[in-house]
């Protein structure tokens, strides 16, 4: 059972569009929802994260938009750039608990 | 100062034989993960320990084994491998309770031939 839904799977933008990758979960008791980015032959790495008190959270080029009505969140990439190609995992978690994640977007971002 | 280190990065090995992989964080935390990363990407908890015990424990075969001698060290022991285990393995480690960011080391490649 997939605790976390995560789409698209891949997305292809040309550099400065806005791509949007979506999570949906279901468990209300989670309270913290972080974005991963991950790099070929790297561990991925925090990007952003948001907890529920908040709608909306910016961190440079980067937006997290959280629906908690609809146990949604998302993220989007302004003025997308190539170095943000990447694979981006969206995840949820009880703080301090078992961290679940989505299965993953691949972003490229064409010159 | 690499905060949480996994060793080996790669490891190729043949059908049956046995591996471990050791995981160290020196960023104070105290609950420490195994995950697989398979050819699709999905990242996929396999065991976490809190402060040297067990807490999760999700259907992996029992040819894996963790070991936590403490609470900064995790090690992963796999016997008999098999060509599906091949993948990248990745530690992570958070402090339970704190803010939640997880942090993971760079991966462990492994092949099984």
């Known amino acids: 059972q997939q605790q976390v839904k995560q789409s698209p799977q891949s997305l292809i933008v040309q550099k400065g569009g806005i791509p949007i990758i979506n999570c949906a979960y279901e468990?209300?008791?989670?309270?913290?929802f972080p974005w991963y980015q991950q790099f070929p032959g790297k561990g991925p790495a925090l990007l952003i994260a948001?907890?529920?008190?908040?709608s909306e959270k910016k961190e440079g080029r980067f937006t997290i938009s959280f629906n908690k009505s609809a146990k949604q969140f998302s993220l989007h990439i302004m003025d997308s750039q190539p170095g943000d190609s990447a694979t981006y995992f969206c995840a949820a978690s009880e703080t301090g608990n078992q961290f679940y994640f989505g299965t993953g977007t691949s972003l490229t971002v064409i010159p | 100062d690499t905060a949480v280190s996994q060793t080996p990065k790669y490891l190729v090995t043949q059908m049956g034989n046995d591996k471990s992989i050791k995981c160290e964080q020196n960023l104070g935390h105290d609950t420490m993960y195994w995950y697989k990363q398979d050819s699709k990407k999905f990242l996929k908890i396999m065991f976490s320990y809190n402060n040297k015990e067990l807490i999760i424990n999700e259907t992996v075969p029992n040819r894996f084994s963790p070991k936590s001698p403490d609470k900064a060290h995790l090690n992963l022991h796999i016997n008999s491998l098999e060509l599906g285990d091949s993948a990248v393995y990745f530690c992570?480690?958070?402090?339970?309770?704190?803010?939640?960011?997880?942090?993971f080391g760079e991966g462990s490649r492994l092949t099984v031939l």
């Open positions: 468990n209300t008791a989670f309270d913290y």
């Open positions: 948001i907890r529920p008190d908040v």
């Open positions: 992570a480690s958070t402090l339970r309770g704190g803010f939640g960011e997880l942090f």
